[in-house]
């Protein structure tokens, strides 16, 4: 299956600062990239999709303004949580979809753990 | 709206005994429907998928049939693991958007 990278794999920064987390598709170009947040215990909640070359469109209830989505090219998308507090804190995983093989499928990041101090 | 159900957790089997985490969908039309699995600490991974109705994904001895009359897709194994401890989750997708998850469920075995 196709293979999604992310980095940092884990992250404590201090109140107030900017996080930079990225997903990257290995091995396919990526038109589309979904940016999950997950709480301990609980499912993935949608934050956004991420598409190439446009704005990324946000879930109801999430800040565009705090959590800032790039997707500049096609194997890179990068989420910025800006002026982050403890709130923040959570694990973050991105997936991406190969439009080209399985348009349906989409392969998740392995996860990045933000804890704020 | 398009939605997903699955059985409340935590399962807890035995090394080798059979398994059955039930998933039931909501969604007009044909969606994929998939299994996706969590351990600790990870991402998810596919673990099998289904595009069809009456369509069997299976993968390192789980199954899924896809049943379009009871709007069903339950995860079985005939015999688990310790390995397979992790939490287990049933999703839909259709026409390209993005994944509809169910809550996810806990499975625990021991040895």
């Known amino acids: 299956g196709a293979v999604v990278s992310q980095h940092p794999s884990r992250v404590i920064c201090k109140s107030g600062t900017s996080v930079k987390i990225e997903c990257r598709s290995l091995d396919f170009q990526a038109t589309t990239m979904f940016w999950y947040r997950q709480f301990p215990k609980q499912s993935l909640m949608l934050m956004a999709t991420?598409?190439?070359?446009?704005?990324?469109?946000?879930e109801q209830g999430v800040e565009k303004d705090k959590f800032l989505i790039n997707h500049a090219s096609l194997t890179l998308s990068t989420l910025t949580v800006t002026s982050a507090h403890p709130e923040d804190s959570s694990f973050y995983i991105c997936?991406?979809?190969?439009?080209?093989?399985?348009?349906?499928?989409?392969?998740f990041g392995p996860g990045t753990r933000l804890t704020v101090l | 709206g398009n939605s997903v159900t699955q059985m409340e957790g935590p399962v807890t089997l035995s090394e080798e005994a059979f398994l059955t985490i039930n998933c039931t969908y909501t969604?007009?039309?044909?969606?994929?429907l998939f299994w996706y699995v969590q351990y600790p600490g990870e991402g998810l991974q596919l673990l099998l998928k289904a595009t069809k109705a009456d369509d069997k994904g299976s993968n390192k001895g789980f199954e899924a049939t896809y049943r379009k009359e009871t709007t069903s897709f339950h995860l079985e194994k005939g015999s688990v693991q310790v390995s397979d401890s992790a939490v287990y989750f049933c999703a839909l997708n259709q026409a390209g958007t993005a994944l509809i998850f169910g809550k996810g469920t806990t499975l625990s075995v021991s040895s």
């Open positions: 997936s991406a979809r190969d439009p080209l093989r399985e348009p349906d499928t989409q392969y």
């Open positions: 991420s598409n190439e070359g446009s704005k990324a469109t946000y």
């Open positions: 969604a007009t039309g044909y969606p994929s």
